[in-house]
């Protein structure tokens, strides 16, 4: 290695270790903004390839980065002829032959598998009092993320993030074990622990698949957003502060069958994220079907090929069908809050258009532990992607949330909407393929319940890079 490559791998970990170290004694964010494992450019640096191969707009995954996630960070096919780097041996290979009188094999990068996010951004927006503001928040974010696979069967993946409002605070953190049994086809029983996103559904992923920013309702919602009048000056607010999207410390049993149906099978920690707060664990399942395109593994079908005319984008024409169910119960005073929730989606993939519509219901028991009777939400939420040229994409999406309380408890609520329906229009612009401008504006169609009944509007101006 050259002078100036040392140099430069030498600054790297240094500033990931001063990183590092700030995330150890920073504080923890309330409500951290997950992002998906493959966005980050070492493997861009791994593979000596485009930030296309696998995104549409970073970290949007087309449909071989998803594939490339699914399968513990490699490429379905030929990873080894694919990598560009020189990968350092734990071990010789005939190890394999002797073991388990001997330690089984591994890699690690000969690069450092780190990369760097940071998100400026300007917010205007008018609250329900009638009031208009304009703020820059720069930067708005700070990511630090590290993904790696050690040879074949096993990868790591470690995200960071940093805010001025909350500090710093690490948000996933886990280890992939794949084809957890030999014998069986391979990809069909994996095994996923740590600190992590559920990805409950992809579709609509802020990170996953979806090109523009701002969360839907089902992913950003807490019954502890829902403040009563109390008897005194201070409002009650449940102590319920579970969400959907939320990153847990989780064991995350997942695979393929047939190459086109996934499953995933979770036991979570809950609201309670690293550390445990009622002794009770949840529960969560998930499946996702593909018909058509490449597979969930990574192939084309015998006699069908990419779709091609994107300009550089891979393209695929498909559909995809998802379902999940969650299971689980958060404390509240001297009892715990039941809670279920279940959803359906279908993503249609088409050359340019990506397409999806979903919806998801839930119901707690008692959200405020003073026996106030059940209560349900339920959500509705769609996307319109289009992709004008390979590097502006325009975007639409649709939100609409109801939330139906006993009348006793409505008339103690303040100010938080119960009915509520926006529209976030949007534009998508690669400067760069690691640099990305957006444009996403909402207003809200509908805003009811509590104390408030204005439609408050919101307009974001961001700017996303990655190295």
């Not at 990153?247 to 445990?276: C, D, P, T």
Request: glycine share 12%; hydrophobic share 40%.
């Amino acid at each position: 290695m050259t002078a100036s490559g040392r140099a430069i791998r030498a600054a790297v970990l240094g500033l990931a270790s001063a990183y590092l170290a700030a995330a150890s004694a920073g504080s923890a964010a309330a409500d951290p903004a997950p992002l998906t494992e493959v966005e980050i450019p070492a493997f861009a640096r791994l593979y000596r390839t485009s930030c296309s191969t696998c995104h549409t707009a970073a970290p949007k995954l087309n449909v071989m980065g998803e594939a490339f996630r699914l399968n513990g960070y490699r490429f379905p096919e030929n990873d080894q002829l694919l990598r560009k780097d020189d990968p350092v041996k734990l071990g010789a290979e005939p190890w394999k032959e002797l073991w388990p009188r001997a330690i089984w094999p591994g890699e690690i990068s000969d690069t450092p598998p780190i990369a760097l996010r940071i998100q400026t951004e300007i917010v205007g927006g008018g609250d329900t009092g009638g009031d208009d503001q304009v703020e820059f928040r720069f930067p708005n974010e700070l990511y630090l993320l590290a993904g790696a696979n050690f040879g074949g069967s096993l990868g790591v993946f470690l995200e960071t993030e940093w805010s001025p409002e909350e500090g710093v605070e690490v948000v996933q953190a886990k280890v992939l074990f794949q084809d957890l049994i030999p014998g069986l086809p391979s990809r069909s029983l994996n095994l996923w622990v740590g600190l992590q996103n559920p990805y409950l559904f992809t579709f609509t992923d802020r990170q996953i698949d979806r090109a523009a920013r701002e969360k839907f309702y089902w992913q950003s919602f807490r019954y502890s957003d829902l403040e009563l009048d109390g008897p005194g000056d201070e409002p009650i607010r449940s102590e319920n502060e579970f969400g959907l999207a939320d990153s847990q410390a989780a064991l995350e049993v997942n695979g393929l069958a047939g190459g086109r149906l996934y499953y995933g099978l979770g036991l979570a920690q809950g609201a309670g994220g690293a550390r445990e707060n009622n002794q009770r664990k949840d529960l969560y399942y998930k499946f996702r079907y593909k018909i058509g395109g490449l597979r969930l593994d990574g192939k084309y079908p015998e006699g069908t090929d990419p779709v091609l005319g994107g300009g550089g984008q891979l393209q695929d024409r498909s559909l995809i069908l998802e379902h999940f169910g969650y299971f689980g119960a958060e404390p509240v005073d001297d009892a715990d809050d039941e809670h279920r929730s279940f959803g359906v989606n279908a993503r249609l993939l088409w050359g340019r258009w990506d397409v999806g519509v979903g919806a998801i219901r839930s119901g707690n028991d008692d959200p405020w532990g003073f026996a106030s009777g059940g209560i349900d939400s339920s959500t509705l939420f769609g996307k319109l992607e289009y992709m004008f040229f390979p590097w502006f994409i325009g975007s639409l999406k649709y939100d609409a949330m109801d939330i139906d309380v006993p009348t006793e408890v409505e008339e103690l609520l303040l100010s938080s909407g119960l009915s509520r329906s926006r529209i976030l229009p949007g534009a998508i612009f690669l400067i760069r393929q690691n640099i990305r401008a957006v444009v996403e504006g909402a207003v809200f169609t509908r805003y009811e319940g509590g104390s408030s009944t204005e439609a408050p509007w919101n307009i974001w101006l961001r700017l996303d890079m990655a190295f």
